[in-house]
């Protein structure tokens, strides 16, 4: 699918990089830009969780927590909601469901408030999570590895996690 030149005309009395609160606003020519990333990004993602969700027995919210925590020995529920960007409610509930089915079960505090709660992920929860990681890797290959250079791929992974690491130094 091609992108279509989504350029707003420039309006009257004013520059574009002469408007917003916070700055310039963007050029035609970064809006341009952004409209492709925007449009490029959301094909890949809807592709890549169509491919894993066909394949997953777990709601892409459900692999994406199971994810979280494989990377980390234990963590808070609310850290959980924030590494995934699900909200707090639906992450307990989440948690709730996991510590049923055994994929999860809850840890000693690391930290002296009680009221915190830590979970962490058991082997179950590995075994759930392996064959959608698998899919997910595939995945990852087909739509992304395989459509860049080696050079393309490491520059937009980078740039990704500079970007993240900026804005989040920002929102703390």
Partial sequence: MRVEDTTLAEPEGGDFAERGADGPALT???????????????????????EIDRAAPLTSADWRLLE???????????????????GLSTVSRQVSRFLERGYVVRAESVEDDA???????????????????????RAVRRLVVDQLTPEEFEQLCTLFGNLGARIAETED
């Fill in 68 to 86: 979280v925590l494989a990377s980390a020995p234990q963590l808070r529920i609310s850290d959980l909601a924030d590494a995934t960007q699900i």
């Fill in 28 to 50: 035609p020519e970064q809006q341009k830009l952004w409209q492709q990333f925007v449009s490029g990004g959301w094909m890949m993602y809807r592709a890549f969780f169509r």
């Fill in 115 to 137: 009221r915190q709660k830590w979970v962490q992920i058991t082997d179950e929860g590995m075994e759930a999570l392996k064959p959608i990681l698998d899919t997910r890797d």
